[in-house]
């Protein structure tokens, strides 16, 4: 490649919570993404915020080392330095801004603060370089307006997608979000975090049906995930108390009927903002949609009502610096740039 063909470097920062990530894109093609995933909180049933700020501190030098050295390109052709702002854990934050700002100063170049959830929205246009062993990944993108069910660790939105940098939550969790009720339920399971990935396994074996869990009333696009996990809390302590063993017994069909209750909740209210907004090409992201039972719903879903559904890859989904990579690459087109007293927001909303 020549000088010429080489625009738009972008390097992303990614550490808003247990994930230290590093991305170099050319426009939105991402041409490496290095994460380094902590396992430090396992045996936690959470994220420790000091743990988590004091391991991106050993991992990040490293990471973005790699990141740039796997792209080919060398630190003189990055024109940007993309990073997330928030939302997040502060001390986690810290990191990637401190870290961006620094180096950003060293390169002489511009600075795009990225807000994270907007991210998760954007990661569907990520594009990977030609390559005959990915293809037709990346290739289909959403067309504009769209709506995008960004479901993860720490929000639950519905967003109403314009443009690139012209997005609205229209619907949001009025307290725990999907991932976290994943992540509880498992834990009252005894299943280590984060335990949505091995919900979603142990559920490929049960019964979905078996179980079933109330699902809460709420008006208008909102979402709420605290009740079921009361409810599923109380259930399983009532049968552990006449068979220790109940969860041990039964996991497999504890986790299928879980994940359908969750599941259903979201497609539902997907289905009602599609309605309301008319839109029908329909998007998912954020760990959460990494769920092969959200995915098989919004699948299904979209048969049915002739939806055109779009879900990023599976490693593009839980947290990645891909995402603020492209996010940040639209922000440089229209030079919206941070000043280098930008600081983290560990709540951000846009
Ligand atoms: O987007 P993400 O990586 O981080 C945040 O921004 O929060 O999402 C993490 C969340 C965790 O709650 C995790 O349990 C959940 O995504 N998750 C899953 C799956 N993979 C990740 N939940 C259900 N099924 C999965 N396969
Ligand atoms: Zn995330």
């Known amino acids: 490649m020549n000088d010429k063909q080489i625009n738009n470097v972008i390097l992303g920062i990614e550490t808003s919570c247990d994930e230290t990530s590093a991305s170099v894109a050319m426009g939105n093609t991402v041409l490496t993404n290095v994460i380094a995933t902590q396992e430090v909180h396992k045996n936690f049933g959470g994220v420790v915020p000091e743990l988590a700020s004091r391991q991106h501190q050993k991992n990040i030098i490293p990471v973005v080392n790699e990141a740039i050295r796997k792209s080919g390109l060398s630190k003189n052709q990055i024109q940007a330095v993309a990073f997330t702002r928030g939302p997040g854990l502060p001390g986690s934050l810290m990191v990637g801004v401190s870290f961006a700002k ?136 009532e049968q552990s108390k006449t068979d220790k063993d109940f969860v041990e017994k039964n996991k497999n069909d504890l986790c299928a009927s879980i994940q359908e209750t969750i599941v259903n909740i979201l497609v539902k209210k997907l289905q009602k903002a599609s309605e309301q907004t008319g839109i029908k090409e329909i998007a998912i992201a954020g760990g959460v949609s990494a769920n092969s039972g959200l995915r098989n719903a919004v699948n299904e879903a979209a048969k049915k009502l002739g939806w055109n559904i779009y879900i990023p890859p599976l490693r593009y989904c839980t947290d990645n610096a891909a995402m603020i990579a492209v996010a940040g690459y639209y922000k440089f087109l229209k030079n919206d740039f941070a000043p280098q007293t930008a600081a983290p927001m560990a709540r951000m909303s846009f």
């Open 102 to 237: 620094s180096l950003a100063l060293a390169l002489g170049v511009p600075l795009v603060e990225v807000n994270h959830m907007q991210a998760h929205v954007l990661s569907l246009f990520i594009a990977s370089p030609p390559n005959p062993l990915s293809k037709g990944e990346g290739e289909q993108h959403p067309s504009f307006p769209y709506l995008c069910l960004t479901v993860s660790g720490g929000h639950t939105q519905i967003v109403q997608v314009k443009d690139y940098l012209d997005m609205e939550v229209i619907g949001e969790t009025l307290d725990d979000a999907a991932g976290e009720a994943f992540d509880k339920a498992a834990k009252i399971m005894n299943l280590p975090y984060p335990g949505g990935p091995l919900i979603d396994k142990y559920a490929r074996e049960g019964n979905l049906k078996r179980f079933s869990f109330p699902e809460p009333q709420i008006p208008g696009l909102d979402f709420s995930f605290s009740g079921l996990k009361t409810a599923f809390l109380y259930f399983v302590r």
